[in-house]
């Protein structure tokens, strides 16, 4: 499987904004899509968003308007900008690989970081 590392996760009031970040060391980004997902406590996993090889990118209803997924080739590095954050974003946020975004299956998995939105 191929080994992504994500970063940027942390303890942030209810309309704060928080910056993660997706890498990896051992292969290019390039070639793939590349999907945030996230799960909360009792709740399944779901895809939060994913950007193509193109840059093409899609977002779940939920975060339309206050997420922004980035690519940075160069950095070899794919960038979650969360926004007006809110209590219900709470959850483990992971990137994945995938050949597309609709992609039923990961090509590989970070092992994840946590976000909490509290007062």
């Known amino acids: 499987q191929l080994q992504l590392v994500e970063s940027g996760g942390g303890l942030v009031q209810p309309g704060g904004s928080l910056r993660l970040s997706c890498s990896a060391s051992a292969f290019n980004l390039d070639p793939y899509a590349i999907g945030w997902f996230r799960q909360a406590p009792g709740k399944e996993r779901e895809r939060v968003s994913c950007?193509?090889?193109?840059?093409?990118?899609d977002y779940v209803d939920s975060v339309k308007g206050r997420f922004t997924i980035s690519r940075h080739n160069a950095m070899n590095m794919i960038d979650l900008q969360m926004n007006r954050l809110k209590p219900e974003d709470t959850a483990v946020y992971s990137c994945a690989v995938l050949s597309e975004c609709w992609s039923v299956n990961a090509l590989g998995w970070g092992k994840g970081t946590l976000v909490t939105v509290s007062s």
């Open positions: 950007v193509t090889r193109d840059g093409i990118t």
